[in-house]
């Protein structure tokens, strides 16, 4: 049974950082994406790592300010972000893809998260 959830979202000042954990269990996954959605606004992709590792992928408005990273003896992926605007407030969601390997695209993946909110105060 693949269990998939996120955590680790919160309130924070325009400036501020936050660090969101996925776990995901039950099936081996080829990758683990976050996306997030605005209020009002389709949801998008953030970044994606590969479970493996060695392979990662940025949107262009987090380069630079947020980065992944995996515990697989947790199995676990973290998203540290970091020098947040008030244009990153969204719930957040972390999927896993079983074979496209860190891939952008919201329909290549088979499992989703609830998602967490994450809000930046200005």
């Known amino acids: 049974q693949v269990q998939l959830g996120e955590s680790g979202g919160g309130l924070v000042q325009a400036g501020g950082s936050l660090r969101l954990s996925c776990v995901a269990s039950g099936r081996t996954f080829s990758s683990i994406g976050w996306f997030r959605q605005a209020p009002g606004k389709a949801r998008e992709f953030v970044s994606a790592i590969s479970w493996s590792g060695g392979r990662w992928r940025y949107a262009d408005s987090v380069k630079g300010r947020f980065t992944l990273s995996r515990d697989n003896a947790k199995n676990t992926v973290y998203l540290q972000m970091n020098s947040l605007k008030p244009e990153d407030t969204a719930v957040y969601y972390c999927?896993?893809?079983?074979?496209?390997?860190?891939?952008?695209?919201?329909?290549?993946?088979?499992?989703w998260g609830q998602g967490t909110q994450v809000t930046v105060s200005s």
């Open positions: 999927a896993a893809d079983l074979t496209n390997g860190v891939t952008p695209l919201e329909r290549e993946y088979d499992y």
